[in-house]
């Protein structure tokens, strides 16, 4: 069941504090400890927070999409990242917004695609070539998963597997249904190969 995906998800624990200050001179006194500004918004009210920049790392410096336990003034809230702003110069993490999970609110999020099974073109000696790593889609908390499976077994040689080939009955997919996501394109030997068969069959001919 979707419910039971979603808390299997995998979550990290983000424990903050409340701003009482959110000028630019406190602001700037935060990232000079260490401490990384963030807010939370999507639920009742905008709750502002600050936390150590090592608890937001695996989170920001990965892939994989994950679900945010945020923990302020004695509150958790269940949320996804939307935002990241970095230092221009120094490249170091700024800022941090995330959305708060309410059960009735869908919300919008870029999941990870998963591509599963051994193609056929590639059996045949071609190569699978990944275009997207994400689908953008539209759904509720409860639908959310970690990762997007798209099985590419049966394709073949010069095919490729498209945005509306994925089935998704719990979300709206908000990429262009024509998009194409994977393709089986033919290697430099293989086309040598196919080239130099086709020279053959000529000179019988």
Excluded: W
Excluded at 59 to 78: H, K, N, P, S, W
Excluded at 81 to 109: C, T, W, Y
Excluded at 176 to 183: C, E, K, V
């Amino acid at each position: 069941m979707p419910l039971k995906n979603f808390l299997k998800m995998k979550t990290i624990t983000i424990e903050g504090n409340l701003r009482t200050g959110t000028g630019k001179k406190a602001t700037h006194t935060l990232r000079s400890q260490g401490q990384v500004p963030g807010v939370i918004y999507g639920g009742a009210q905008d709750v502002i927070f600050y936390a150590a920049a090592s608890a937001f790392k695996s989170l920001v410096y990965t892939d994989e999409f994950m679900l945010a336990e945020i923990i302020v003034g004695g509150q958790t809230y269940r949320c996804i990242m939307k935002d990241l702003q970095f230092d221009k110069v120094s490249d170091a993490l700024n800022h941090v917004d995330f959305l708060e999970l309410v059960g009735d609110r869908p919300v919008i999020a870029n999941l990870p695609l998963k591509y599963i099974g051994s193609a056929a073109g590639v059996k045949a000696g071609g190569r699978l070539v990944v275009k997207m790593k994400t689908l953008k889609v539209k759904t509720l908390p409860e639908f959310l998963l970690e990762a997007i499976e798209v099985d590419v077994t049966n394709l073949d040689l010069n095919e490729n597997v498209r945005v509306e080939d994925v089935d998704l009955p719990n979300m709206e997919v908000l990429n262009s249904p024509r998009i194409p996501m994977a393709s089986i394109v033919m290697t430099r030997q293989l086309k040598q190969e196919e080239a130099a068969a086709a020279k053959d069959e000529k000179k019988k001919k």
